[in-house]
């Protein structure tokens, strides 16, 4: 099924589905590297490393979202895999 397209009659959520699914995945992309700063900050307040951990942490954010963002990205695809499956095409 296309993002707009028809639904099967069994299925009529399915496309918000999937939009609330890959609209999760700008946030990640903000908010995991902010995350890891955040952390970083705080250990190299703590630790006294400069700004080594806080760049480690941004790169630990930004993997850990790219990540996620590929298994979304693949399980809104399956979805719509099975949705095609179903509706016999």
Not at 13 to 41: E, Q, S
Not at 55 to 78: F, M, Q
Request: charged fraction near 20%; aromatic fraction near 8%; proline fraction near 6%.
């Amino acid at each position: 099924m296309g993002l707009l397209s028809p639904q099967p009659k069994g299925d009529k959520n399915g496309d918000l589905r999937k939009i609330a699914l890959l609209t999760t995945v700008p946030a990640m992309m903000l908010a995991a590297p902010l995350v890891g700063y955040g952390i970083g900050w705080w250990l190299d307040t703590k630790f006294g490393t400069g700004p080594y951990l806080s760049l480690v942490g941004i790169l630990l954010g930004l993997g850990s979202a790219g990540v996620e963002t590929y298994r979304l990205i693949k399980k809104a695809s399956s979805d719509d895999a099975t949705d095609k499956d179903n509706a016999g095409f």
